[in-house]
């Protein structure tokens, strides 16, 4: 009797290979094992709608329940697997149990990354992943009078303007000259300095911060190195992602920041796919990339899954990603990693304008706040390989969309 | 429990149960319809959960904001007048019986 498809890591990236397979017509068992307590659900609501509304659970699952039995996955929840034993063809859960497998799919996602200084881990300081995160920082938030938050990436900028719509005072504390500042060019990361502090957020740039302070009954402040006190009730900690790779080292697959996969979501040892946040590919221009985005866990799971089902598809979709901030919704498309000049499409104080990134004259990824047919534009003409001549790029009167012909 | 049918492009009908609070993209998902894929999961990000509205029912639903009409110009297959994001239409008792079409492609 065949073993069938073992999934490690039950979210975003483990769900869509899971309901892939079944798509494209395999036929074995499919188990698909997470270590939380809910099934596959959304993260990014966490950090944005879910703060402040229904607080019910259901919204946030990507299917109702009666999916994995319409389909047959047999999904387990609440079980932490520690051991891979591949020559076994099995893996063994913390508390003993173990479950058999053909096929090994990992995709556990990533941590979030703790504050590695003093004080770090009095109550109060949090960072949010989860939903027990969410739901503790929904608390605390409603309680709070002063909310610091250490990180200016997309996660602390989202919780900040949470903080500051429900009233709260709150401070971005940012270690870099300018937010967001591995992800965006200049105009953009000065468009949100200035986009945050019109809602009420105070952004703190070159933040150097000694420690947390605060005892048993929760933190108190923040204590800067020039010694000045940031008074907090809760320090919301928002500096980047961990990926989860215990697993595959545990078995000598290769890692490098993640999981080393290939184009087609297979890792050094070719019978184990991975996807989502744990995965490192290489993108479109070679480079090791580690892509933490909703798109890519769906795009390369179905990848992962045609890989067992030992179909030829490779992984070359142009990612994509979101980021809400307070009533700006900014989409992305591409990497701009490795840009050397960009064209600014309107006027960012009017919060509706997109930021083209070039290397030389190729176009490699577009910012857009509150321009949607910019984005969707633009995915399209990264897909097809377009040209966009900068003057054309510049030109509020030129859809991007005509571009496609 | 409202029951809306959708209809995919090669004319097969699902009818489906829908409830308090659910949007026209959730209740299509949770019901295993196919067509609609909605990858952001209803934050009127992605573009994948477009469908058209019957043509003697586009003011069933509240008019669309200037965002959604955006997003629209950027659907995979034809932009009717009768397009919507299915993410930003909440199911009312009032939508009994309707018909909601789902488009070929949201790629
Ligand atoms: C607050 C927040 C906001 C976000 N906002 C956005 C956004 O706006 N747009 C966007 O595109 N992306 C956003 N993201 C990122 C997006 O949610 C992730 O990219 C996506 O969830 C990745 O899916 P994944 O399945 O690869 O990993 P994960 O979602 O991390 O899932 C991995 C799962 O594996 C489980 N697991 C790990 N190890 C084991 C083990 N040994 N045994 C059993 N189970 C295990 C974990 O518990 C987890 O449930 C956000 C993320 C967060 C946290
Ligand atoms: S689900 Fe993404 S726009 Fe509707």
Redesign the interface.
């Known amino acids: 009797m065949s073993n069938g498809t073992v999934i490690v890591g039950a979210c975003q990236a483990g769900f869509q290979i899971a309901a892939s397979l079944r798509e494209k017509g395999y036929g074995e068992r499919i188990l698909l094992i997470g270590e939380e307590s809910y099934a596959p659900y959304?993260r990014?609501?966490l950090s944005?709608?879910y703060m402040t509304g229904?607080p019910s659970i259901e919204?946030l699952l990507?299917?109702?329940p009666?999916?994995y039995e319409?389909n047959k996955i047999e999904f387990v929840s609440g079980e932490r697997i520690t051991e891979v034993d591949l020559r076994g063809g099995r893996v063994v859960s913390a508390g003993g149990t173990a479950f058999s497998f053909d096929h090994l799919a990992l995709a556990t996602g990533c941590a979030a990354r703790k504050l590695p200084l003093p004080g770090g881990d009095l109550p109060g300081v949090m960072t949010l992943r989860d939903i027990p995160d969410a739901l503790e920082m929904r608390e605390r938030l409603h309680a709070a009078e002063n909310v610091v938050v250490i990180g200016g990436g997309f996660i602390g900028l989202e919780s900040a303007a949470v903080a500051a719509k429900l009233g709260k005072k709150a401070v971005v504390l940012e270690a870099m000259d300018r937010l967001l500042a591995r992800v965006v060019a200049p105009p953009m990361s000065d468009f949100y300095a200035a986009a945050h502090a019109r809602r009420g957020v105070t952004v703190v740039l070159n933040a150097r911060i000694e420690r947390i302070e605060g005892d048993a009954n929760g933190v108190r402040g923040v204590r800067m190195q020039d010694g000045s006190l940031l008074p907090a009730d809760l320090v919301v900690v928002g500096i980047g992602g961990v990926a989860r790779t215990e697993l595959a080292q545990q078995v000598g697959i290769e890692c490098s920041n993640g999981i080393l996969v290939d184009d087609r979501a297979r890792t050094s040892i070719a019978e184990v796919v991975a996807a989502g946040d744990v995965a490192t590919h290489r993108d479109l221009y070679g480079r090791a990339t580690r892509l933490e985005s909703?798109?890519n866990a769906?795009d390369q799971a179905k990848t992962a899954a045609a890989s067992i089902l030992g179909l030829e598809e490779h992984y070359t979709a142009v990612p994509?990603f979101?980021s809400?901030q307070a009533d700006l919704?900014l989409?992305i498309t591409g990497l701009s990693t490795g840009y050397d000049n960009f064209v600014v499409r309107g006027v960012p104080d009017s919060e509706s304008f997109s930021l083209l990134y070039y290397a030389g004259d190729r176009l490699i990824a577009v910012d857009s706040v509150?321009?949607?047919?910019d984005?969707?534009?633009a995915?399209?003409i990264l897909a097809a390989g377009v040209a966009v001549p900068k003057d054309v790029a510049a030109d509020l009167a030129v859809?991007l969309?005509s571009l496609l012909g | 429990m409202t029951e809306i049918v959708f209809r995919l492009a090669n004319g097969t009908e699902h009818r489906v149960q829908a409830q308090e609070?659910d949007t026209v993209m959730?209740a299509a998902?949770?019901?295993?319809v196919p067509g609609i894929i909605a990858?952001?999961?209803g934050?009127?990000?992605?573009?994948t959960c477009h469908c058209y509205l019957p043509g003697d029912k586009i003011n069933a639903f509240p008019a669309m904001e200037s965002?959604e009409e955006?997003?629209l110009?950027?659907?995979a297959s034809e932009r009717l007048p009768t397009s919507r994001l299915s993410c930003q239409l909440n199911i009312t008792p009032d939508h009994a019986g309707i018909v909601i079409d789902i488009p070929a492609t949201q790629l």
């Open positions: 959304q990014p609501p944005k709608a229904d919204k990507l299917r109702a009666g999916f319409m909703v798109q769906i994509w979101w809400d919704k989409q509150g321009k949607p047919a984005h969707l534009a995915r399209r859809p969309k | 609070g959730s998902l949770k019901n295993g990858e952001c999961g934050s009127c990000s992605c573009a965002f955006e997003m110009e950027g659907v």
